[in-house]
């Protein structure tokens, strides 16, 4: 099973906060790093303020040499997907072709006011069109154009450039970057996942939910004719992890949260819990976690997990 390390920067975090977190995510030999997509905090005061997702990763391209750098997940309401192709597929060819892209739908109403972001009542719309028209002109062979018309984004005659370093997952003999669909609705986003995603994420689960998920989505991809194993199944979780009860208790009460919670719902306790967890959900099919760590300053939490935890799964 891949471990990687998944931030929340809405919550306060400079560019050099995540870049040393980013490092250590390299050098323990975490699979990748990840951020969230937001402009707000979600409590707290949120000091020093948001850093932008895709400037973050373009730094971190640059700044990092073998970690997979992305996003869980942009929303579909920040950036128009002309400009969003051309981010990512630049970010990729800075990064040596390390980048993916996680979209979705967006949800929340108070960063979008907060910045003077419209934030429509409907969206999936706008997320299904997004999905087609970035892998579409990355998908495009140089030298060809690409038109889109659909009910909320008109291209006309793009030359559909840069070009990302990757090639598509779903097909090789086409540039692109693997795209991660993730949610827990029952039909709209299975399907999505199916018809464009590298991946399918699982963010924050109920856990006795998972296997249902996972069954929805392979479902939808037998449904278009695709083998259900050419798709990563992934999840997100809490991070919180002691060496002894103390130690947990400790890294819970740092981040706001209650231990029995945790344990609850995320991937905590002790190490042994903690590989106890991950494994059996690599039994339900997941192969990848993100490991969501809310405190950006303890670095031997990381060393923890990179030592008593990862080993395990390998």
């Not at 719309?125 to 038109?147: A, D, K």
């Not at 970057?177 to 018809?195: D, E, F, K, N, S």
């Not at 042994?272 to 192969?287: M, N, P, W």
Request: hydrophobic share 40%; net charge negative.
């Amino acid at each position: 099973m891949q471990l990687r390390i998944f931030t929340e920067p809405q919550q306060g975090a400079t560019y050099d906060d995540l870049l040393a977190v980013a490092r250590a995510t390299e050098d323990l030999g975490f699979d990748a790093f990840f951020r969230s997509d937001h402009y707000l905090t979600m409590g707290g005061d949120g000091l020093p303020g948001p850093t932008d997702a895709w400037t973050t990763l373009a730094g971190l391209a640059r700044d990092t040499s073998r970690i997979r750098l992305g996003t869980l997940v942009s929303s579909a309401t920040f950036r128009h997907p002309g400009v969003l192709a051309i981010q990512v597929a630049q970010v990729d060819q800075m990064s040596g072709g390390r980048v993916e892209l996680g979209l979705g739908a967006g949800w929340f109403a108070a960063e979008h006011a907060a910045y003077g972001i419209p934030f429509p009542e409907k969206r999936f719309g706008l997320l299904t069109e997004q999905l087609e028209l970035v892998t579409g002109l990355w998908g495009t062979p140089i030298g060809e154009r690409y038109s889109f018309h659909g009910a909320h984004y008109t291209l006309e005659d793009s030359p559909a450039l840069p070009k990302p370093v990757q090639t598509s997952p779903l097909d090789p003999s086409r540039a692109g970057v693997p795209v991660i669909v993730g949610g827990l609705g029952p039909r709209r986003t299975p399907a999505l996942a199916a018809r464009f995603a590298a991946e399918f994420n699982l963010s924050f689960p109920e856990l006795g939910v998972v296997e249902e998920k996972l069954r929805t989505v392979r479902a939808a991809c037998e449904e278009i004719g695709r083998d259900p194993g050419t798709l990563v199944e992934s999840i997100a979780l809490v991070l919180c992890v002691g060496s002894d009860e103390a130690e947990f208790t400790r890294r819970a009460a740092a981040i706001g949260r209650e231990p029995d919670e945790l344990r609850e719902h995320g991937l905590a306790g002790t190490p042994a819990e903690v590989v106890d967890r991950l494994a059996g959900l690599r039994e339900q099919g997941i192969s990848r976690a993100y490991l969501q760590v809310l405190d950006l300053t303890d670095r031997e939490h990381l060393e923890l997990v990179a030592a008593e935890v990862a080993p395990h799964l390998r």
